[in-house]
């Protein structure tokens, strides 16, 4: 609970018990018995969204209801069902706030509504700038984890695949991703890529929960491919460059959006 909704409920506490002596017997509460069926029978969410539909009556009479509603209230908590008494007590903070903007005998001296309003605005404020800086930090620390982006690993991108071996036999694709990764995967295995961290010029790296690997590319001759060396299971631990990247891999390959 925030700590403007905390607020309002000690002050709903503390009014409804100052006006119970006010409640007269202008008929019999209405939303304090509706909320204690819907509870029992839907729970606390649907109960909530039947409180939205009755506080928009014009006939509320709030002493009465806030009475009933703290009585509700506390035999929740004495109870031990604190997610109806806290769910309940919120229903009566927002039945005391819309009593005290209507004025009149339950109006509470010193409370200003336009200072309340300005007090939630502050807190939404707050609350969406914690979410921003949040999300800042999510986002740097992915980037840390991805390791830097860069613009020359075309160089390494084909086909790799054992060597001596007349067909392409147990093949790993090399590709690039369209924010400047490297992207590896094997090609015998149902398997999604691994998006490789930059270690050092010629070594990526990978890991998850799963898996654990580091792939390095050594020039092999002069015509600008490679060997790449990996600890990968199930393959040889040095393999040859086979050929170019199919059109479907040559393009670059979207990051995931989770």
């Given at each position: 609970?925030?700590?403007?909704?905390?607020?309002?409920?000690?002050?709903?506490?503390?009014?409804?018990?100052?006006?119970?002596?006010?409640?007269?017997?202008?008929?019999?509460?209405?939303?304090?018995?509706?909320?204690?069926?819907?509870?029992?029978?839907?729970?606390?969410?649907?109960?909530?969204?039947?409180?939205?539909?009755?506080?928009?009556?014009?006939?509320?009479?709030?002493?009465?209801?806030?009475?009933?509603?703290?009585?509700?209230?506390?035999?929740?908590?004495?109870?031990?069902?604190?997610?109806?008494?806290?769910?309940?007590?919120?229903?009566?903070?927002?039945?005391?706030?819309?009593?005290?903007?209507?004025?009149?005998?339950?109006?509470?001296?010193?409370?200003?509504?336009?200072?309340?309003?300005?007090?939630?605005?502050?807190?939404?404020?707050?609350?969406?700038?914690?979410?921003?800086?949040?999300?800042?930090?999510?986002?740097?620390?992915?980037?840390?984890?991805?390791g830097k982006s860069r613009d020359d690993?075309?160089?390494?991108?084909?086909?790799?695949?054992?060597?001596?071996?007349?067909?392409?036999?147990?093949?790993?694709?090399?590709?690039?991703?369209?924010?400047?990764?490297?992207?590896?995967?094997?090609?015998?295995?149902?398997?999604?890529?691994?998006?490789?961290?930059?270690?050092?010029?010629?070594?990526?790296?990978?890991?998850?929960?799963?898996?654990?690997?580091?792939?390095?590319?050594?020039?092999?001759?002069?015509?600008?491919?490679?060997?790449?060396?990996?600890?990968?299971?199930?393959?040889?631990?040095?393999?040859?460059?086979?050929?170019?990247?199919?059109?479907?891999?040559?393009?670059?390959?979207?990051?995931?959006?989770?």
């Amino acid at each position: 609970m925030s700590r403007l909704r905390t607020f309002v409920l000690v002050i709903a506490f503390f009014s409804s018990l100052s006006i119970a002596t006010h409640a007269v017997a202008q008929g019999a509460p209405v939303i304090a018995p509706e909320m204690a069926r819907v509870i029992s029978e839907d729970g606390v969410d649907a109960a909530k969204a039947r409180f939205k539909e009755l506080l928009a009556s014009e006939s509320i009479n709030h002493a009465t209801e806030l009475s009933a509603m703290h009585s509700l209230m506390s035999s929740y908590m004495q109870a031990g069902n604190m997610d109806a008494g806290s769910a309940i007590g919120e229903m009566s903070a927002e039945l005391t706030v819309q009593m005290m903007s209507a004025g009149g005998a339950y109006s509470m001296p010193g409370m200003d509504m336009e200072q309340l309003r300005k007090m939630e605005e502050a807190e939404r404020a707050q609350e969406q700038q914690a979410r921003q800086e949040e999300e800042k930090l999510a986002a740097k620390q992915r980037q840390q984890s991805r390791g830097k982006s860069r613009d020359d690993l075309q160089r390494f991108t084909g086909f790799y695949g054992e060597g001596g071996s007349a067909d392409m036999g147990k093949t790993i694709f090399v590709a690039v991703s369209c924010d400047g990764y490297l992207v590896t995967g094997p090609m015998w295995a149902d398997v999604g890529p691994w998006w490789m961290r930059s270690a050092a010029d010629t070594v990526f790296t990978y890991a998850d929960s799963w898996t654990n690997l580091s792939l390095e590319f050594v020039p092999d001759g002069d015509d600008g491919h490679h060997i790449l060396n990996n600890d990968i299971d199930g393959i040889a631990a040095a393999l040859e460059w086979k050929k170019e990247l199919t059109p479907e891999y040559a393009k670059c390959v979207e990051r995931p959006l989770r």
